[in-house]
């Protein structure tokens, strides 16, 4: 079955980058789109990125030109790229694989599977 887990992130202050990674393992192909969610307490989680298998890709607006998604095949990995970072990015972010085909890339009823989150702060 699949497992996601992710890590890269911290403590920055605003106008700094991080990098996120999702290790992506039990997927018997490719066929998964792939997202980036951030939830803060009190907060429906939101889409921030998304990746479809031959690679288009989706930003929600409060990010677009400073964020980057991709991925790594070989590597099984996921990436958030983060730059520009302001405070109203901090959240708990979370990496989530499509349950079903064609599904809303920033609709969490469609994504069944999630990593444990890694938090991200801003200041």
């Known amino acids: 079955h699949v497992q996601l887990v992710e890590s890269g992130g911290g403590s920055v202050q605003a106008g700094g980058s991080l990098r996120l990674s999702c290790l992506v393992s039990?997927?018997?192909?490719?066929?998964?789109?792939m997202t980036w969610f951030r939830q803060v307490p009190g907060k429906k989680r939101e889409g921030v990125a998304g990746?479809?298998?031959?690679?288009?890709?989706f930003y929600a607006d409060s990010v677009k030109g400073r964020f980057t998604i991709s991925k790594d095949n070989a590597k099984n990995t996921l990436y958030l790229q983060m730059g520009d970072l302001k405070p109203d990015d901090t959240a708990m972010y979370y990496c989530?694989?499509?349950?079903?085909?064609?599904?809303?890339?920033?609709?969490?009823?469609?994504?069944?599977?999630w990593g444990q989150g890694t938090q991200v702060t801003v200041s």
């Open positions: 989530g694989a499509e349950y079903g085909a064609h599904g809303t890339w920033d609709d969490p009823a469609d994504f069944g599977y």
């Open positions: 039990g997927f018997t192909d490719s066929r998964h789109c």
């Open positions: 990746i479809n298998p031959d690679g288009t890709t």
